[in-house]
């Protein structure tokens, strides 16, 4: 089962949206931020009257993980592709890469018509993803890529 790249690239995927998912919620709690992910996601699929509702969240939930464990996978690749060497690098690499390309691009404009964002949510949206892209490094190493190198 762990032998194969892209079950890995999953759980390391959802493994590390968790720790995203926490410092969002950290800093919501704290005040730095007004929303949490699963409403910024939800952007792309409901009205903004319906983005307070639990339904929400829900629908946000499932699109991040999907996403999540979709970009697991493809840093998996790239590790198992490019090697491990600095892999903390490429996974702080990869974060910033995912917060420009997807929350900046293709979430940027709905979300800003839709939940509109303080400079402190913008900068949470930032830490979480170096935070996702690092955890991404981490559970990779935990798992140890090494032996998934040797699967054809």
Do not use: C
């Amino acid at each position: 089962m762990y032998k194969d790249k892209i079950f890995i690239g999953v759980v390391i995927g959802i493994l590390a949206d968790g720790v995203k998912l926490l410092t969002n919620y950290v800093l919501y709690i704290l005040g730095f931020t007004k929303v949490v992910f699963w409403q910024i996601v939800a952007t792309r699929f409901i009205q903004k009257e319906y983005l307070y509702n639990k339904l929400a969240y829900l629908i946000g939930a499932i699109a991040d993980i999907t996403v999540t464990s979709l970009l697991g996978v493809v840093f998996v690749y790239i590790i198992y592709l490019f090697g491990s060497e600095n892999l903390w690098t490429k996974g702080l690499g990869f974060g910033l890469v995912v917060w420009v390309g997807l929350f900046g691009t293709l979430l940027g404009q709905t979300v800003e018509d839709k939940l509109p964002q303080e400079p402190t949510g913008v900068i949470v949206t930032l830490i979480a993803h170096i935070i996702f892209g690092l955890a991404l490094a981490y559970f990779t190493k935990l798992l140890d890529l090494n032996r998934v190198k040797e699967i054809k």
